[in-house]
């Protein structure tokens, strides 16, 4: 009899993705909180690893590797595996690029509206035991200027959804024709146009070599004054210390981050503003999504 192939789910999953494992036959282990030789060591002899993005999948991760044919990415980016280590292992990498996209960009809408209406700041000042009615003032998304970077699976629905919010909604995005975002309601723009007309700035791309930093000092500095921007994407895509400089000047009116460089952020200075509010990468965050 054929013994069954072996898979370790190295990051949290939904019980009912296990169960999806054991109920093909599948001989699943889960192990999280490995790191480096520690996930060398624990995949010898395994055919398949399942991670989410809490495990970095390295090359001295894989160097344990004798049998693995694949790598799940339970989500979208898989910037947190070394491709070009599994590719010369002859392992696959797959990802679910549509599995998270409505839970994604639902967040990101979210974190728009709350950062819009200090949402955070006002529900701990209400369980402080305070009513500072006249100290939370807001604004009205309405007829404001929404700009998407990334128009990908979430991207769309972003904009989808900042239509229904009755925002004007224009986009950067290098690999989309304009007649695409044409039949998307959109109209596509260079990255420092829409950086000077948008009134919320929502980011939706991979985290790569060319999006690293992409929203450093120089191209904060050309957002509108007052704006608000919004990263659920991946964390590195905006330069942390030049964005704690931008709202510390009162420059931008805020920032909602889901992400950060480094996570947990640990003592980000970020954290201690008034006009910034986040949460703990929670964009995939959903029953519906795990």
Not at 248 to 258: C, E, F, P, V, Y
Request: net charge neutral; glycine share 12%.
């Amino acid at each position: 009899m054929t013994a069954a192939l072996k898979v370790l789910v190295a990051d949290e999953l939904s019980p009912r993705g296990l169960e999806l494992l054991r109920e093909a036959k599948l001989d699943v282990t889960v192990k999280t909180g490995l790191k480096g030789p520690e996930l060398a060591a624990a995949l010898a002899g395994v055919d398949a690893l399942v991670v989410r993005s809490a495990t970095k999948v390295t090359a001295e991760a894989l160097s344990g590797a004798d049998v693995l044919r694949v790598i799940g990415r339970a989500g979208i980016g898989v910037d947190n595996v070394d491709v070009a280590a599994a590719s010369r292992k002859g392992v696959v990498v797959m990802n679910t690029p549509g599995g998270n996209a409505v839970t994604a960009a639902e967040h990101a809408i979210a974190l728009l509206c709350s950062l819009a209406r200090r949402i955070p700041q006002a529900t701990a000042s209400v369980k402080a035991g305070r009513w500072e009615k006249g100290k939370f003032k807001g604004i009205e998304l309405a007829d404001k200027v929404l700009g998407v970077i990334g128009l990908g699976n979430i991207g769309r629905i972003v904009a989808d959804r900042g239509h229904g919010l009755r925002m004007r909604v224009v986009a950067y995005d290098p690999f989309l024709s304009p007649e695409a975002a044409a039949k998307l309601g959109v109209m596509l723009l260079s990255l420092d146009e829409l950086l000077a007309r948008a009134d919320a700035v929502t980011i939706h791309v991979p985290l790569t070599p060319e999006t690293r930093g992409l929203l450093g000092a120089e191209r904060l500095a050309k957002m509108k004054p007052g704006a608000l921007l919004i990263n659920a994407a991946r964390g590195g895509i905006v330069d942390e210390a030049a964005l704690h400089a931008a709202l510390a000047a009162g420059r931008l009116g805020g920032a909602a981050l889901d992400v950060f460089a480094v996570e947990p952020p640990g003592d980000s200075p970020l954290l201690g503003l008034d006009n910034f509010i986040a949460s703990p990468h929670l964009g995939a965050s959903t029953e519906e999504a795990q």
